[in-house]
């Protein structure tokens, strides 16, 4: 868990994303990491962030874990004909209904 919790944080981080958190209790709100431009602190802040996570592990009820898998699909498009939604993700047959 800690490897693939690792790894998911210097993706992120490496995608140029501000800030990153987890779901451990213990490390409180979101990491901001410097910008993409200053890459030795940002890189120390990363391997900063990934040793606290580390640290703290996955003691009992101190993080959450879970998943989400979407069970279905439904096309987006253009034409009530030929999808299930618009451009918005709103239901062509049900007003105020987006998936």
């Given at each position: ?31 901001v990491?410097p910008?993409m431009?200053?890459?030795?602190a ?31 699909t439904?096309k ?14 709103q ?9």
């Amino acid at each position: 868990m800690l490897d693939g919790l690792e790894k998911a944080i210097r993706i992120a981080a490496a995608s140029g994303v501000e800030a990153v958190g987890t779901t451990q209790t213990a490390l409180g709100t979101l990491r901001v990491l410097p910008p993409m431009s200053m890459v030795e602190a940002r890189a120390a802040a990363v391997d900063g962030l990934v040793a606290d996570v580390r640290c703290d592990g996955f003691p009992l009820y101190s993080a959450g874990l879970y998943s989400a898998r979407q069970m279905g699909t439904c096309k987006m498009g253009s034409s009530a004909q030929t999808s299930v939604v618009n451009a918005d993700g709103q239901n062509w047959e049900v007003s105020g209904l987006f998936v």
